[in-house]
Nanobody, 117 residues
């Protein structure tokens, strides 16, 4: 069955960096668009970044553009989110998603990112 397993979350100080990973299984990863979403306490889940199956097209929300980088390794069936210059506004549970027709279609269990001094 389809599985998405995120890892790499944790506690980091403002201005620091984290690299999230997502391991996919049960799908033909090389033809699947992927994305990252996040949900902060008391807020709705929001889109963070997406990457097409070939890795050639990447999109970012305005709130993370220039600080976050999404990437993928099709051979390893992995998708990554490198997060730099983190602020308290980035504190959230981060979810890896399969993207179909531009919308999230399957979710991982999430990984907590906390930015605090």
């Amino acid at each position: 069955q389809v599985q998405l397993v995120e890892s790499g979350g944790g506690l980091v100080q403002p201005g620091g960096s984290l690299n999230l990973s997502c391991a996919a299984s049960g799908i033909i990863f090389s033809i699947t668009d992927m994305g990252w979403y996040r949900q902060a306490p008391g807020k709705q889940r929001e889109w963070v970044a997406s990457i097409m199956s070939t890795g050639t097209l990447r999109k970012y929300s305005d709130s993370v553009k220039g600080r976050f980088t999404i990437s993928r390794d099709n051979a390893k069936k992995m998708v990554y989110l490198q997060m730099n210059r983190l602020t308290s506004e980035d504190t959230a549970v981060y979810y890896c998603t399969i993207v179909r027709r531009g919308s999230p279609d399957f979710w991982g269990q999430g990984t907590q990112v906390t930015v605090s001094s």
